[in-house]
């Protein structure tokens, strides 16, 4: 069975940092990170192919976050720098292996498998 385990999330003050971590089980997968804000839509953040080659970000995290694999822990972390209240939101993972091109990547739709979601909060 397909599982998908994020951790790492917390408070943290503005300006400040976090790493989330999300496990797969079974298999690896292409990977993306979503986030959904109290009353919002999910949203797009980043996401990694399954081999680790290509990583696709949303514009509002380029240059603040980044998303990385370990293939022997079978694990994807999305390290978040230079936070702000904004950032402040369940953040998602999912996996999926259909997509190809960076469009699909940024489509919740695309994803299979989801993790439960882990809270993150911005602020002083």
């Known amino acids: 069975q397909v599982q998908f385990v994020e951790s790492g999330g917390g408070l943290v003050q503005p300006g400040g940092s976090l790493r989330l971590s999300c496990a797969a089980s079974?298999?690896?997968?292409?990977t993306g990170w979503f986030r959904q804000a109290p009353g919002k839509e999910r949203e797009f953040v980043a996401a990694v192919t399954w081999n680790g080659d290509v990583t696709y970000y949303a514009d509002s995290v380029k240059g603040r976050f980044t998303i990385s694999r370990d293939h022997t822990k079978m694990t994807v972390y999305l390290q978040m720098n230079n936070m702000n209240p904004e950032d402040t939101a369940v953040y998602y993972c999912?996996?999926?292996?259909?997509?190809?091109?960076?469009?699909?990547?940024?489509?919740?739709?695309?994803?299979?498998?989801w993790g439960q979601g882990a809270q993150v909060t911005v602020s002083s």
């Open positions: 999912a996996g999926q292996d259909s997509c190809s091109g960076a469009g699909c990547y940024e489509r919740l739709y695309e994803y299979d498998y």
């Open positions: 079974g298999r690896t997968f292409s």
